[in-house]
């Protein structure tokens, strides 16, 4: 896109919690810009903003857009600025990783009646994460309690003291901190901008340290570079709904956020991305869309070289050859075709055959490779059934392209509980998923709460076994198998062991019985469940010389397994998971009361950002409906990180009731 170049193009990730007013003041941008012709409303379901079927149902953002604000800064030189709206609602976390992760800057909302929530501290981190500059946004100063002192004071205690405010506001009156003149906080906070301008350079620390006034150009390539090197993190004040604050954050956005020249993009091997047109081409896909119209659309980020349609690019990830035919940027729902696009834009490639997110699409004869967005693991699982039988082709294609639209939904299928699991970050993210299949493939699916993978396996040594002898005219089956099964200690490798002297069993036989072996593993004497960590060692037999067999073998290692099983004090293992919670201090009392009633073992408690974290073991079936539990609780501020920690005995009283259960079931398939 020739008629701005790189220098004055600005990609700016907008991040915050739920709530905040980051759509609304997106929306204001785009109706001052005039890429809007009428200024939308979340809340009336008119914003430009969230435009999809879901937000607008919801009043909230789901997805992660690009949109474009053409402005010019106070000197008259033209500028692009790329802004990237972001849900804060933390189902949908894995859109703020993405835009962070291909983004030059991070612009922060805060709510100035709410002040700090738990999504700003996931800003901030995603922000360090990815090493980007930022600065922070406090609107909403048109709301009943807003104070933006209060604010700032919560911002120094959460963020430190190189978040200092650039524009300040006594009630709803925005002040240009370097332009003004008072006294006070707004003097204490000139003073602070200054020195972090004049601390970027020797030479105009000591132009400042001798007295003499630095220059307006001096003042912003100091304060651009300390932001740039995020030393210091700008403070704006506004308000989105009256357009207080807005022409002075544009000004200071195109002025001092860096461009896609000052921050070099390196590689997976840490080596720098050239961003010059004439270097070699290489791009990033950071996400991937279902459009109605076109088909599947792949945004990607230029970090090096130019593009042009009916260009052959090579998929290092993939190592594979794609053809990229038209392609256009986005501005919300709308699509500019393109002719040209180079290092610093975020465009919208259409039907990609081999490509997909986190791919790294570079020149042909080119191997660069851009480090993949690392996504966090769901914490949501539910089992999908068709209500309409008949309808599973058209199930598997309508979560395929639910995962490719939002890639922290994950499908499975489960190959000991023999269920297809849908899982996600949260209910909400789920629901809009089942919802979307629903409208676009026409398929109604019912979420239900899954089966836990328990297992089995035994806590003493068992003899077992098993002479399988039959005769019904002909050639009959005999093969018998003694044998002892044992717990299998850490470290062992060996679970078979074959004893067998003097040819009890023929040497032929072995591979038999070691698969019925495998076979009877599958279903446990308990409640027949997969058993694990177990020793099986065969130790005597006898065999026919005209009746034996392979089958005759392998029912026989079965059903003597199943034998020993039973005498070897077997017992019912569930799966353990570690949870890491974060909420806040009020809110300790209520969680680990909980957690205690799902069976959990509180491991340690520790603070970071204004928050607790507890580290605590749960059992997995006691944390199918924790998402919205710990929402309840905490009233949306509470999260959580689930990963598996290792298998544990069930408690007696518990495990009572999976067998009764696992009975009751295998009474109903034989029934």
Not at 17 to 27: A, R
Not at 272 to 280: F, G, Q, R, S
Not at 522 to 531: D, F, I, K, S, T
Not at 602 to 614: K, R
Request: proline share 5%; hydrophobic share 40%.
């Amino acid at each position: 896109m020739k008629d701005i170049p790189i220098a004055q193009v600005r990609n700016v990730a907008l991040l915050g919690h739920t709530g905040s007013g980051k759509t609304t003041l997106l929306d204001a941008l785009l109706f001052r810009s005039g890429a809007s012709d009428r200024r939308g409303s979340p809340e009336a379901g008119t914003s430009m903003a969230d435009w999809t079927d879901e937000e607008r149902e919801r009043k909230i953002s789901v997805w992660a857009k690009p949109f474009e604000v053409r402005c010019t800064s106070a000197e008259g030189v033209p500028h692009r600025l790329v802004i990237i709206d972001t849900p804060g609602y933390a189902d949908f976390i894995g859109q703020p990783m993405a835009a962070a992760a291909v983004a030059d800057a991070g612009l922060l909302v805060v709510d100035a009646a709410a002040g700090i929530q738990v999504g700003t501290h996931r800003a901030w981190r995603l922000c360090e994460k990815h090493g980007i500059p930022r600065a922070i946004l406090i609107n909403g100063l048109d709301r009943e309690n807003a104070d933006f002192n209060t604010t700032v004071e919560a911002v120094i205690r959460s963020f430190g003291m190189r978040c200092v405010p650039m524009t300040a506001a006594q009630g709803a009156t925005v002040t240009d901190v370097l332009a003004s003149d008072g006294a006070g906080p707004l003097a204490e906070w000139k003073n602070r901008l200054m020195e972090a301008a004049a601390e970027s350079e020797d030479q105009l620390l000591e132009k400042f340290l001798g007295g003499e006034a630095l220059s307006s150009a001096e003042i912003t390539k100091g304060l651009r570079s300390s932001i740039l090197a995020a030393k210091l993190v700008p403070i704006f004040a506004v308000s989105a709904k009256t357009d207080a604050g807005l022409p002075e954050l544009v000004e200071y956005l195109v002025r001092l956020v860096p461009s896609p020249l000052d921050r070099i993009a390196k590689d997976a091997s840490g080596n720098p991305l050239n961003p010059v047109p004439d270097a070699p081409f290489v791009a990033f896909i950071w996400r991937s869309i279902m459009d109605p119209f076109v088909g599947q659309l792949s945004l990607a980020r230029i970090y090096g070289g130019t593009l042009r349609p009916d260009m052959e690019v090579f998929n290092a990830t993939r190592q594979q050859k794609e053809r990229i035919g038209a392609f256009f940027i986005l501005n919300g729902k709308k699509q500019e075709t393109v002719q040209e696009a180079h290092a610093g834009d975020i465009i919208a490639i259409p039907k990609l055959k081999q490509t997909g997110l986190n791919d790294t699409l570079c020149a042909v004869g080119q191997t660069i490779r851009c480090p993949p967005i690392v996504l966090p693991n769901p914490v949501v699982t539910y089992a999908v059934f068709c209500k309409t039988q008949g309808d599973e082709d058209k199930l598997s294609i309508g979560l395929r392209r639910a995962a490719e639209d939002d890639p922290t939904l994950r499908v499975e299928r489960n190959t000991e509980t023999h269920e297809l699991t849908l899982s996600g970050m949260g209910e909400t993210q789920l629901q809009i998923a089942v919802e979307n299949m629903r409208k676009h493939n026409r398929i109604e699916v019912e979420l239900r709460t899954p089966k836990v993978a328990y297992k089995e396996t035994v806590t003493a040594r068992g003899e077992g076994h098993y002479k399988h002898k039959k005769q019904s005219g002909g050639r009959g089956q005999y093969g018998e198998v003694y044998l002892r099964v044992e717990p299998r200690l850490p470290g062992d490798e060996e679970w078979f062991v074959d004893a067998i002297v003097g040819g009890a069993i023929p040497n032929n036989f072995i591979p038999a019985v070691q698969k019925g072996l495998i076979e009877g593993m599958q279903r446990g004497a308990v409640a027949g469940y997969p058993v694990v960590n177990v020793k099986i060692t065969v130790y005597d037999g006898s065999y026919h010389e005209v009746d034996s067999s392979e089958v005759a073998f392998k029912i026989a290692a079965a059903r003597a397994l199943r034998d020993a099983l039973s005498k070897a004090k077997p017992v019912l293992l569930e799966p353990i998971l570690k949870v890491t919670i974060t909420v806040p201090e009020a809110c300790m009392g209520d969680v680990t009361g909980d957690l205690n009633h799902r069976r959990g073992r509180i491991l340690g408690m520790d603070a970071h950002d204004g928050m607790q974290i507890i580290i605590a073991e749960v059992p997995q079936a006691e944390m199918f409906s924790y998402s919205s539990q710990l929402r309840s609780m905490t009233g949306g501020r509470g999260s959580f990180e689930l990963e598996f920690s290792r298998m544990e005995t069930v408690p007696s009283n518990i495990a009572q009731r999976i067998i009764a259960e696992a009975q009751k079931n295998k009474g109903e398939e034989e029934d």
